[in-house]
């Protein structure tokens, strides 16, 4: 499932003792060093076999510089739809999902 040098989101596996979301929160928290509260909104899961890759929106009050780990080589802020490529294709199977799409805009300024 890996892309090298593709946008996506941040993510990881689930740890025995935690939801789908809560791992979510802590793989952003890890890979971006975000200290802030956020709000997670789900959106498309990804599903191969037994395989699940879930999909959140995190909210944040702010803009904030994130502090990378190895995971990841640039990161950045971008308006809706204009967003640096290539995408990897779990980001692409997001950004063509129906409902997906409609509860980010939802959240838009």
């Known amino acids: 499932m890996d892309e090298p040098l593709t946008w ?3 993510g990881g596996a689930i740890d025995s ?17 975000m200290s802030e509260p956020a709000t997670l909104v789900p959106l ?14 995190a909210i944040v009050d702010s803009e904030f510089d994130p ?5 990841t080589t ?14 990897h294709f779990g980001l692409t199977a997001v950004l063509q999902d129906a409902s997906s799409v409609s509860t980010i805009q939802q959240f838009l300024p």
């Open 74 to 87: 640039r990161a950045g802020w971008y308006q809706w739809q204009r967003f640096p490529g290539p995408a």
């Open 17 to 33: 003792t935690e939801d789908p979301s809560e791992a979510a929160l802590r793989e952003v928290q890890e890979e971006t060093g």
């Open 44 to 57: 498309f899961v990804f599903r191969c076999g037994t395989f699940e890759f879930h999909n959140y929106l």
């Open 8 to 10: 996506g989101g941040f």
């Open 67 to 71: 502090e990378l780990d190895w995971e």
